[in-house]
């Protein structure tokens, strides 16, 4: 999937929950198949106790978040965990889709791209690479 145009009107979350499982396919699979058991929720806005920890003022500035130990992390003597969730905050992400009449879609898979690199520990060299594999 390319460019999909077919939104006019902003999309519900259950719309962009849709779009972020078809982006999360199309990452290819030698990285697909290590992101298994991560949850992706698609939230209006991020809730100001995250905002407050990672310094932001406006909510409207946060459109994605990974939450989660990155697999260069994690060690086989850890403790239970919290699953890992990637966040979308719809509201920033429809802000940006406006702001620059980019394709919703691509808007979207290239907030969940930057996160699911966030679960691999990834630099953000490795995250632009991963971009473009995927363009």
Not at 5 to 27: G, Y
Not at 47 to 53: F, N, Q, R, S
């Amino acid at each position: 999937m390319t460019e999909d145009r077919r939104f006019t009107t902003p999309p519900t979350a259950e719309e962009m929950a849709v779009l972020a499982e078809q982006a999360l396919a199309a990452i290819p699979h030698r990285l697909r198949r290590h992101i298994k058991g991560v949850g992706i929720s698609v939230e209006e806005f991020a809730d100001d106790a995250t905002l407050a920890e990672m310094g932001i003022e406006s909510a409207w500035e946060l459109s994605g978040l990974y939450r989660g130990t990155p697999l260069n992390l994690r060690s086989v003597d850890d403790i239970a965990r919290a699953p890992d969730l990637i966040f979308l905050y719809r509201q920033p992400i429809l802000l940006e889709w406006v702001e620059t009449d980019e394709d919703l879609y691509r808007l979207v898979r290239n907030v969940l791209i930057h996160e699911v690199a966030h679960h691999f520990g990834f630099s953000d060299a490795e995250i632009e690479a991963l971009e473009r594999q995927m363009d």
